[in-house]
């Protein structure tokens, strides 16, 4: 999620939902009245259906396996929104209320200069007025842990470490994925990374090129296309070990199998762009800014690792 957002963008919960990251078209079917349970609290089917509805009618018909795709990427994204505000209730100190009041009026403002109001906000995300403010709670709460947490050591070493994103350096990556949904076991995860690994070899052997791949297996919404994602900078276009990895590589080299928690993937670089060298001491609070949205996503990792997850998802 991305701290950065202008306030009058803020959606359900901790992270923004939007139709790009879900997909065209909401399940057919509705939901249990519990989807998931995690740490205890549950996540209801009302809140998916929410969410899903949030994205529009499809204009067209959808496979059953698209439809379930969308409802477990919209599952997956609850999930982390549950875990961070469990995470910030637990470890945080207390906002008052006057700061809270102070900020929903900042956002106010802003959505005026938009013609929109409060209420049609809600409206429009489906909330309650107390649902964002309740957000913007723990969106103040996240932002004291952070600063406490991020010394300016950390942020130097942020830059170096990440030097290519903040100097403008692009790759052209094609993308193979095959999805790992929630509650996966070891053994059905480990035979989808074989898998991959088989398809890797076979193209390398030249059996069959990347695209045509990509178009057979891969089950992101690039797949039709090749696989093709066009150029992407080093940081928030993939999951970290996916960028990591594709500016390691030279044009026409294929990453070797990576699992991530989303799924099993290979990344070919088509094409590297260099960009034009940054100055540290010109943008260190942009950089800060980076740091601490990184911070969130790592604090985010460890929470999946150790929390008690069960979905109850077809």
């Known amino acids: 999620m991305n701290w950065k957002t202008n306030l009058a963008t ?10 790009s990251s879900l997909g065209q078209a909401p399940p057919a079917k509705k939901f249990p009245a519990t989807v998931a349970n995690i740490n205890g609290e549950q996540i209801s089917g009302a809140e998916l259906e929410s969410i899903i509805k949030q994205m529009g009618p499809s204009p067209v018909q959808v496979p059953e396996n698209t439809r379930k795709q969308i409802a477990r990427d919209a ?28 900020k929903m009026a900042e956002l106010a403002a802003e959505l005026k200069k938009q013609g929109k109001t409060i209420q049609s906000l809600c409206t429009e995300t489906q909330q309650t007025e107390a649902q964002l403010k309740r957000t913007m709670r723990l969106k103040l709460q996240w932002g004291n842990y952070a600063a406490a947490k991020i010394k300016d050591e950390n942020v130097h070493n942020y830059y170096l470490h990440n030097k290519d994103f903040f100097d403008g350096t692009m790759v052209g ?49 690039s797949g039709p296309m090749g696989g093709n994602l066009g150029l992407i900078p080093r940081k928030y276009a993939l999951e970290e070990p996916l960028a990591s990895a594709a500016f ?8 070797d199998v990576i699992e991530t928690e989303m799924g099993i993937h290979l990344i070919r670089v088509n094409e590297r762009k260099d960009g034009k060298l940054s100055d540290f001491t010109k943008i260190k609070d942009d950089v800060r800014d980076f740091c601490s ?4 996503q790592d604090t985010l990792t460890r929470q999946r690792k150790t929390a008690r997850i069960e979905v109850f998802l077809p």
């Not at 901790?14 to 139709?19: D, N, V």
């Not at 637990?90 to 700061?99: H, K, M, S, V």
């Not at 990556?173 to 690994?197: D, F, H, N, W, Y």
């Not at 076979?202 to 891969?218: E, I, V």
Request: with cysteine; proline share 5%; charged share 20%.
């Open 75 to 102: 599952m997956a994204m609850l999930i982390d929104d549950l875990l961070m505000q469990q995470f910030i209730r637990q470890n945080t100190a207390a906002i008052p209320e006057q700061a809270v009041d102070q």
């Open 293 to 296: 949205e990184e911070f969130f």
């Open 248 to 255: 390691k590589l030279a044009p026409g080299q294929i990453s």
């Open 173 to 221: 990556v094609s993308l193979i994925i095959m999805r790992i949904p929630p509650g996966m076991s070891p053994s059905e995860t480990a035979k989808l990374k074989a898998k991959m690994q088989d398809i890797r070899n076979q193209l390398l052997m030249s059996k069959m090129d990347f695209a045509s791949a990509a178009k057979a297996y891969s089950q992101d919404a």
């Open 10 to 19: 803020l959606c359900v919960g901790l992270t923004i939902l939007t139709s």
